[in-house]
């Protein structure tokens, strides 16, 4: 709640979400949908731990896919958004909160990300839990 808190209070907050169930893939996807936008992420901008990332890829699961536990999507005004991470980062759990994309009017409904070798891909919702329920 402190980090969302120090969020509202700089203002320019436009939607939240809660990335548990179906991880970041499923809570963007949410977004983009019914806001009739795209948002545009960076791969290279995404902070997964190299725990996740080694056990997803030995699993052969997407980490934008799985359930994050602890975190919260923000959609803020770029005009302020630095200073709302500046503000996030200074709470007790938000230490580790970047800036992953942008919001855009251009292909409404879609998550694309930028992947590290150059290419854009879309992030799809993804199709039922690839892994069970953790609450």
């Known amino acids: 709640w402190q980090a969302i808190e120090a969020a509202l209070r700089v203002g320019g907050v436009h939607a939240m979400k809660d990335p548990t169930r179906g991880g970041l893939a499923y809570a963007l996807n949410e977004i983009a949908e019914k806001s ?11 902070p997964v731990r190299e725990a996740v990332r080694a056990a997803s890829e030995m ?51 879609y998550v694309l990300l930028r992947t590290s070798v150059g290419g854009t891909r879309i992030v799809e919702k993804p199709l039922g839990e690839p892994i069970p329920r953790v609450c």
């Open 36 to 46: 009739s936008v795209s948002i545009w992420l960076d791969e290279e901008r995404i």
């Open 59 to 109: 699993l052969g699961l997407d980490p934008l896919e799985v359930t994050c536990e602890g975190r919260v999507v923000m959609c803020v005004d770029a005009e302020v958004a630095e200073e709302v991470l500046k503000a996030v980062r200074r709470t007790k759990y938000g230490a580790e909160a970047e800036i992953v994309g942008e919001v855009r009017e251009e292909r409404p409904g």
